[in-house]
C-alpha cells in the first residue's frame, strides 16, 4: 500500500480540499467597471435666471457632458429634464443626489453654486459627484425681506406693520444703483393706490427694519385686500425682489373682543390663539389698574363709552381675569356670545382633565391624549350634583382622586351662547409644545366655534397654511375637517376638492388632492387669487409674489471638482467565478481515476 502512494496522488487530494475550503470561505476580490451613461444633474432653481444667471450656459453644458446619458432637473424638487426657463423658488441639491445614487453610475452637477441645503447634504455623495459651477456675476441688490402685521383688523384700527429690508452683493459702480446710506422710501399700496410712505437709509449690507402705520379705513374695499410694500427709488439691478405682498383681512368691526383685567399669562396665551384659529378679527383691551382700560396693541386709553361701543359691536365678548374688575352687567350686555374665564382664585393643585363626555364640541376635541396634558393649577366652581345648569364639556380631578370638578361648561341663557371656563394655568399646555399645545389649539377653536354659532369661520374644511407664497413655491393648504374655526380640531378624512381661483389673468380650476397629513399643493404663476370651494364654504385669497430668495445674490459655496472615477469597483465573491469549481471537480475526479487503477477503496 506504502507503494502505491506518490506525490501526484497527495497532490489531487491538496488541491481538491484546498479547493472546496476556498468555496466554502467564498472570499471577495474586487475588479474595475465601466460606469455606464452619466447622469447630469441640472440646476433649475431662479437664480440660474436672475440678474448674473448664465441658464443658457448650463443648458448647454448640460448637453454636452450628458452625450447619450441623462439630465434631471433640480431645484425645489427633482425632475424630468426639460428646456423650460428656471422656475423653482429654491436650489435643494440633496433629494436629487441621493435619487442619483440610487440609480448608480457617474453623476455630474451643473449649478450657480448657491445651494440651500449644502450642510444636510452627506458629504461622500457629494465627493462623489463631479460639480461644474457657473458663478453668477457679482452684483448689488436692495430688497425687502419681510412684512409682518395684524392679519385681520377693524375698519376703525390701525395697521401696523413691520418691514424688514436690506442691501446683498458686492458692490460694483457698473450696477446702476445709489450708494449704501443713501435715501429709499418704504411704500405700501394696495390697488394701485399709495395708502402710506415713509424715507429709509438703505444700510451698507444686512437687514434693518423700520415700522409702517396705516388707517385701516384708508384701505380701498372691506374684506380681503393684498398690500403691496415696495421699496422705491433704490434703481437696483434685480427689481423683483423689491417688494413684498401682505394680505390682510378688513371687517367692518371687530369679531371678538377680549377684556383681560388684568392681564396674565392665561390672557396672554388666550388672546394670541384666539387671533390665529378664529379666522376673524380680534381686538383685546387689558385694564392695567382698576376701571383703566387700554388697548393691548398699543397701551393707548380706552373710555368706559368706547369699550362700551366695542362690546356692543361684537358678535363674541371674551371676558377673562378677577370678575371683580371687568365691567358690570356685562354679560347682560353682550349678544350673541361670551367666553368667561376667572383667572384668580380657586382650589390649587394638580388638576388632571380626563376625557370630554358628550357635548358639542366633544367631536372636535375626540384623538387628544389628555394624559399627555399637563394638570391645571387651580379649579373653580363646585362638585357636580350642585349645579346642574348647562352641558359639562371638560371635568378635571385633584391628583386624578376624589369627585371631578366641571372646568368648561356651556349655556345658553337669553339667547346668548355662554362658555365659562373655570381652570387657571392652561397656559403651560402651549409651553410644553406638541400634543399638549395642539390640545389648546383645538380647546380655543371648539369653543370659538360653538359660540359663533355657525359664522365665519366655521365650516371651513381646509385653509391656507401661508396667506403669501414666494415665486416659484407652491401654495400649501392644510384640511382642518367639517369643523375647525382656526385650523385645528377638525374631524372627517381629507377629501379631493375642486376650487376656482379668480386671479389676473382670468380664472381657472384646480384640484387640491390631500395627503395622509392632511396637505395640499398648488403650484401657482406669480399673481392675487381668490379662491372659493365647489360645493362648500370656503372662500379666500393668497398672493404668490414676484419675490424670491433666489433673486438676491448669494455665495457660491459649492466647488468645482472631477468627482469619483467614471469607472467603479464592483466586488466578486469566489463562487462567482465557475471555473474554481471546475478546478475542485477536476482534482477529486483525478483523485477517484487514479484510486481504482491502484485498486484502492
Known amino acids: 500500500m506504502r507503494g502505491r502512494l506518490s506525490a501526484g496522488f497527495l497532490l489531487l487530494r491538496a488541491t481538491g480540499v484546498a479547493a472546496l475550503a476556498l468555496l466554502l470561505w467564498n472570499p ?163 390697488d394701485g393706490k399709495r395708502l402710506a410712505s415713509r424715507t429709509v437709509s438703505l444700510p451698507d449690507s444686512g437687514i434693518v427694519s423700520a415700522d409702517l402705520t396705516l388707517p385701516a379705513s384708508r384701505i380701498p374695499h372691506p374684506g380681503w385686500s393684498t398690500l403691496e410694500v415696495r421699496l422705491d427709488g433704490v434703481g437696483d439691478s434685480e427689481p423683483r425682489d423689491d417688494a413684498r405682498l401682505f394680505v390682510v383681512d378688513v371687517s367692518p368691526a371687530p369679531a371678538i373682543v377680549m377684556l383681560a383685567a388684568p392681564p396674565d399669562w392665561d390672557t396672554r396665551f388666550l388672546s394670541r390663539t384666539l387671533a390665529e384659529v378664529a379666522r376673524v378679527p380680534v381686538k383685546t383691551f387689558v385694564a392695567t389698574e382698576p376701571t383703566h382700560w387700554r388697548d393691548a396693541a398699543t397701551l393707548a386709553p380706552v373710555s368706559p363709552a368706547d369699550l362700551a361701543r366695542s362690546t356692543a359691536a361684537a358678535r363674541l365678548v371674551v371676558a377673562a ?35 370630554p363626555p358628550p357635548s358639542p364640541v366633544a367631536a372636535a376635541l375626540a384623538g387628544i391624549p389628555w394624559d399627555s396634558v399637563p394638570p391645571a393649577t387651580a379649579a373653580m366652581g363646585v362638585a357636580p350634583g350642585r349645579d346642574t345648569s348647562g352641558v359639562v ?19 345658553v341663557r337669553d339667547g346668548v351662547r355662554q362658555a365659562m371656563l373655570s ?57 382642518v375637517g367639517s369643523r375647525g374655526a382656526g385650523g385645528t380640531g377638525g374631524t372627517g378624512q381629507p377629501l379631493d376638492v375642486v376650487v376656482r381661483l379668480a386671479g389676473n389673468a382670468g380664472e381657472r380650476v384646480d384640484t387640491l388632492r390631500f395627503d395622509a397629513a ?35 445674490p448669494a455665495q457660491a459655496v459649492l466647488r468645482a471638482q472631477e468627482g469619483a472615477p467614471a469607472a467603479r469597483l464592483v466586488g466578486v465573491g469566489l463562487r462567482d467565478r465557475w471555473w474554481w469549481f471546475v478546478v475542485a471537480i477536476a482534482a477529486f475526479a483525478a483523485e477517484w481515476a487514479w484510486r481504482r487503477r491502484q485498486g484502492l477503496p
Request: aromatic share 8%.
Open 28 to 190: 471577495v476580490t474586487t475588479r474595475s467597471e465601466p460606469g455606464g451613461p452619466p447622469l447630469v444633474l441640472l440646476d433649475a432653481s431662479l437664480s440660474m435666471a436672475g440678474h448674473g444667471g448664465r441658464w443658457r450656459a448650463a443648458l448647454d453644458t448640460a448637453r454636452a457632458l450628458a452625450g447619450d446619458g441623462v439630465i434631471w432637473r433640480f431645484g425645489r424638487a427633482v425632475r424630468a429634464f426639460d428646456t423650460l426657463p428656471p422656475a423653482d423658488g429654491a436650489s435643494r441639491l440633496g433629494p436629487a443626489l441621493a435619487a442619483a445614487a440610487a440609480r448608480g453610475g457617474p453623476v455630474i452637477v451643473v449649478s450657480d453654486g448657491a445651494i440651500a441645503d449644502l450642510p444636510d447634504v452627506p458629504p461622500d455623495l457629494v465627493r462623489r459627484a463631479r460639480l461644474v459651477v457657473l458663478p453668477r456675476a457679482a452684483f448689488v441688490d436692495a430688497f425687502v425681506a419681510s412684512v409682518e402685521g395684524p392679519r385681520r383688523v377693524a375698519a376703525n384700527d390701525t395697521v401696523r406693520l413691520k418691514v424688514s429690508y436690506g442691501v446683498a452683493g458686492t458692490r460694483d459702480p457698473r450696477c446702476g444703483m445709489r450708494d449704501a446710506g443713501c435715501g429709499a422710501t418704504l411704500a405700501v399700496s394696495a
Open 518 to 552: 392632511g396637505q395640499a399643493e398648488l403650484l401657482l404663476p406669480p399673481g392675487v387669487y381668490r379662491y372659493a370651494s365647489q360645493g362648500g364654504g370656503e372662500r379666500g385669497l393668497v398672493a404668490v409674489e414676484t419675490y424670491s430668495d433666489e433673486w438676491r
Open 423 to 479: 381652570a387657571t394655568g392652561l397656559y403651560r399646555w402651549v409651553f410644553r409644545g406638541g400634543a399638549s399645545a395642539q390640545a389648546y389649539r383645538a380647546l380655543v377653536a371648539a369653543l370659538t366655534d360653538w359660540l359663533l354659532g355657525g359664522g365665519d369661520g366655521r365650516g371651513e374644511r381646509f385653509v391656507p397654511v401661508a396667506y403669501e407664497m414666494r415665486n416659484g413655491m407652491p401654495v400649501v393648504w392644510r384640511w
Open 393 to 411: 364639556a371638560l371635568s378635571a380631578r385633584l391628583a386624578r382622586r376624589g369627585a371631578a370638578r366641571p372646568i368648561v361648561r356651556l349655556v
Open 321 to 355: 381675569g378677577d370678575p371683580g374688575l371687568l365691567p358690570r352687567g356685562l354679560p347682560r350686555a353682550v349678544a350673541p356670545s361670551l367666553l368667561s374665564w376667572p383667572t384668580v382664585g380657586g382650589v390649587p393643585g394638580d388638576w388632571y382633565v380626563e376625557p
